[in-house]
């Protein structure tokens, strides 16, 4: 077992500044062409090995670092994360790994041991995302993000920009974008499964604390003692205001926090509404109205969203589309019975939503498409239909999953699902959802200029509070 390392924040911002801010001018040799790397990793020579950082070790990373390492092409060589005790899932890591040379700041891992890496990881709460991305990126470093990619609009334009820049290989975390199931939409959408579609409901049951108006409380949370385990609230905290410690924000429930997180949008957006953003080319929205939010407030996120956004047409058969967002209790889809099938005793069978998916509806009226979350298949309705439909409803897996995909990637096999070039545009459409539920206005936006039209607010909240100073330099590239 190794001790977690530690370096003095005026080195710290040094190296933020250094590494970041004259990015644009790196020169960058990866690690596997490096002596260094041979002799702490002898299962594989030098050039098939792909050494990651990994920046959050608990929660999703629990998922995350065994799904890159999986086959033994990738390995760890650091890890890093503000408490190495708390966080769900840990353990499972660092039984995995426990001579892996350990860090509490990312920024000190890239430094100590950036010759001897060549992709991170980064699976930590939304806030960080950005930070920790792009300190790597302008390394030279491949990156994988779990979703949501960032915390802010802004900040997925910044690595979209990054990802051009530095030519690294990128992957968001949203592993249905690599399966069966997204196979499966590209063979509907060339057989024409999935034209001329008008409207899109998708929904969410409740999963989260502030979904159970049980759990929610008025305002922010009080202070609480904080864990001898977490090192460095400060740290934590990254860009944002730093608030009093409260377990209600580490080692989980910060996702509830506008100030931290991306509440429902961010949680599951990009495990629903990925598919069809992303293969009907729905780009950015136009309008984008909250028809009613359960207790609203600036603080936490809705006990309840309804939302409607209004993309504008892209071509043929793909006309204006109209997106419906529930998300809370109670979540009512009307359908119309020519949908359903027949049943044994007369009565017809309407499809069943589950706690979270999409049905999409066409202009012709003729039947339902019905996608579930993640890497689920779709479903046509009536089954009548879908029978009909044949081969171009089969379902064929990819060569790689999500992960190995990126680690295939990294390697110079192929290129990724969900790198940053599409999953930014996505990210952004998540980012404007939640601008809608704070400020609870209806929003007219430009995807051209990607601006509010007429809202000051609206558009300061685009790239959010500006960030501490000891991070400022990562928001700086061009």
């Known amino acids: 077992m190794t001790t977690p390392e530690t370096t003095p924040p005026s080195s710290r911002r040094g190296f933020v500044k250094q590494s970041v801010a004259a990015g644009f001018g790196f020169t960058f040799l990866p690690a596997y062409l490096t002596s260094a790397r041979a002799a702490d990793n002898p299962q594989l020579p030098p050039s098939r090995r792909l050494n990651l950082g990994c920046i959050g070790i608990g929660g999703r990373a629990g998922s995350v670092i065994p799904g890159l390492t999986e086959g033994g092409t990738a390995i760890p060589v650091a890890f890093t994360d503000v408490d190495f005790t708390t966080a769900k899932s840990l353990e499972k890591n660092l039984k995995a790994f426990p001579d892996v040379r350990r860090f509490h700041d990312f920024r000190e891992m890239l430094d100590k041991m950036g010759k001897d890496i060549?992709?991170?990881?980064?699976?930590?709460?939304?806030?960080?995302?950005?930070?920790?991305?792009?300190?790597?990126?302008?390394?030279?470093k491949h990156v994988y993000v779990e979703k949501p990619l960032t915390h802010t609009f802004e900040e997925a334009a910044i690595l979209m920009r990054a990802e051009k820049k530095f030519k690294v290989v990128t992957q968001m975390g949203n592993q249905g974008h690599t399966s069966a199931g997204a196979d499966q939409f590209k063979q509907m959408?060339?057989?024409?499964?999935?034209?001329?579609?008008?409207?899109?409901?998708?929904?969410?049951?409740?999963?989260?604390?502030?979904?159970?108006?049980?759990?929610?409380?008025?305002?922010?949370?009080?202070?609480?003692?904080?864990?001898?385990?977490?090192?460095?609230?400060d740290l934590w905290c990254g860009p944002q205001e730093v608030k009093p410690f409260s377990k209600m924000y580490h080692a989980f429930n910060w996702r509830g926090f506008h100030l931290y997180g991306g509440g429902m949008f961010g949680d599951w957006g990009a495990h629903i509404i990925d598919f069809a953003h992303h293969h009907l080319k729905l780009g950015l929205p136009t309008r984008i109205t909250p028809l009613a939010l359960a207790d609203y407030n600036q603080v936490s996120y809705p006990l309840s969203s309804d939302i409607r956004f209004e993309f504008p047409a892209r071509g043929e058969k793909m006309p204006a589309v109209e997106l419906h967002w529930k998300a809370g209790g109670d979540i009512k889809i009307d359908l119309a019975e020519k949908y359903g099938d027949p049943g044994k005793d007369g009565k017809v069978l309407m499809p069943k939503p589950g706690n979270a998916g999409s049905y999409l509806h066409r202009k012709q009226g003729d039947y339902l498409v019905q996608r579930g979350s993640h890497d689920r298949h779709s479903l046509v309705y009536p089954r009548a239909k879908m029978v009909e439909l044949g081969d171009a409803m089969s379902l064929h897996a990819p060569k790689h999953n999500h992960f190995q995909s990126f680690v295939q990637a990294c390697m110079g096999n192929g290129t990724?699902?969900?790198?940053?070039?599409?999953?930014?545009?996505?990210?952004?459409?998540?980012?404007?959802?939640?601008?809608?539920?704070?400020?609870?206005?209806?929003?007219?936006?430009?995807?051209?200029?990607?601006?509010?039209?007429?809202n000051d607010e609206a558009n300061a909240r685009l790239a959010g509070p500006a960030p501490r100073a000891e991070w400022a330099d990562c928001y700086k590239l061009g």
């Open 118 to 140: 060549d992709a991170v990881s980064v699976v930590t709460p939304d806030h960080t995302h950005f930070t920790a991305a792009i300190s790597a990126m302008a390394l030279g």
């Open 416 to 454: 990724t699902e969900s790198p940053f070039s599409i999953a930014g545009e996505l990210t952004q459409v998540l980012n404007l959802g939640t601008i809608a539920e704070y400020l609870n206005v209806e929003l007219q936006f430009d995807p051209k200029t990607k601006r509010f039209i007429g």
């Open 189 to 233: 959408l060339a057989a024409g499964i999935v034209d001329d579609v008008v409207k899109i409901d998708a929904w969410k049951s409740p999963s989260l604390w502030f979904m159970n108006a049980a759990e929610r409380i008025k305002g922010y949370p009080a202070e609480e003692p904080m864990p001898e385990s977490l090192k460095s609230w």
